[in-house]
């Protein structure tokens, strides 16, 4: 079992900037791919960003490519998420997932690929 645990959230203004940290328990962490998604009020959870356990493989949304960089620290079993150039659009709970995968290249934008999941932590971007 792997419990992720998210944090960074926050209330900024529009063009800010935060960075979001994905924190796990389990030792072997460094074997599982990554995802963020985000879910607003009244929408469907959407995918943001993915990293391979290896980090050398990443995906983004369209929405948020050339403003968010996904990185990890396998060392210190955190994922993290840079989020700059903020728009009140993405206000939203973000969530971390993970599941593990043979390949080091692996990564997924499928919400149900993924095993595990953070309780999420809140964006809030004013205008």
């Known amino acids: 079992q792997v419990h992720l645990v998210e944090s960074g959230g926050g209330l900024v203004q529009a063009g800010g900037s935060l960075r979001l940290s994905c924190a796990a328990s389990e030792r072997t962490f460094s074997s599982y791919a990554v995802g963020w998604f985000r879910q607003a009020p009244g929408k469907e959870r959407e995918f943001v960003s993915a990293i391979s356990w290896s980090g050398g493989n990443t995906g983004y949304a369209d929405s948020v490519k050339g403003r968010f960089t996904i990185s990890r620290v396998n060392a210190k079993n955190t994922v993290y998420l840079q989020m700059n150039s903020l728009k009140p659009e993405d206000t939203a709970v973000y969530y971390c997932?993970?599941?593990?995968?043979?390949?080091?290249?692996?990564?997924?934008?499928?919400?149900?690929?993924?095993?595990?999941w953070g309780q999420g932590t809140q964006v809030t971007v004013s205008s």
């Open positions: 997932a993970a599941r593990y995968h043979s390949r080091n290249t692996y990564y997924t934008r499928s919400a149900y690929e993924y095993a595990y």
